[in-house]
């Protein structure tokens, strides 16, 4: 380990000119941290395909595959938002108590300066780890509208919620400005800013949409079309949760 962590200078806030400067050079002796942060990113990706195929698993054939292609365009969108304006609106450095600024409009300024999560990982990594947590709340979240409604009406949805329920709840929680941060409060593994605002997201989603399509003694008597989808699914969704123990002990 280095023996001083990284610091944040506010003149360079992109961490420096890669042209001019080596900006991985602070982050010698540490580099198994973000390594490892990104190695844990690809393993929470792996969320999304497996609520698709649990989704899929669950569902009636004729609704397996299009639960699946869903998951694949939730992350899209979610990526878009992230990007567009998501992270800015979770963890810029001068937002307020309650909701970031746009000072990281379009990943403005993300790249190789110590991130606001911690100083021995850069932004952009940083970054890259909490979209993948965005996108898969909001993939539970539309999971709600399961066989009740239509794909694109979901995307939009998932778009608006991420914006103004998840990027606010993650800022009050994760970014050092946030309210419960600073009480301080305790979250594991993202229980609140991913499960509960995801869970009761989905709850409200599924009752707004009413019954699923078709409802009847057809689905009351259904059984999940492919209970081996529903296991693979399964398995990747709890598998991926075991690596995040470390994910947010850095906040």
Known sequence: MAETAPVYNASE????????????????????????LIFCGFIVWLIIPGIGLLYGGLARRKSGLSLLFQSFLVAAITTFQWI????????SRTGNAFIGDLSNFGLRNVSAAPSVGSAVIPEIVFCLYELV???????????????????????????????????????????????LYQLPSLDFAGGGPVHISSGWAALAYAMILGKRTEH?????????????????????IQYAPSRLDYSHTHH
């Open 216 to 236: 009847g003694e057809t689905v009351r008597k259904g059984k999940p079309h492919n209970t081996t989808l529903v296991f693979l699914g399964t398995v990747l």
């Open 13 to 36: 806030p992109s961490g420096g000119n890669p042209l001019l400067v080596n900006v991985n050079s602070q982050y010698a002796g540490v580099e198994f941290n973000y390594t490892y």
């Open 84 to 91: 567009f304006w998501g992270y800015s609106l979770a963890f």
């Open 133 to 179: 947590f965005c996108t898969c709340t909001v993939m539970i979240v539309v999971g709600g509208g399961f066989e009740r409604g239509r794909i694109l009406p979901s995307l939009i949805f998932g778009f608006f919620w991420a914006t103004i329920v998840y990027c606010p709840i993650a800022n009050w929680t994760w970014n050092p400005n946030g309210w």
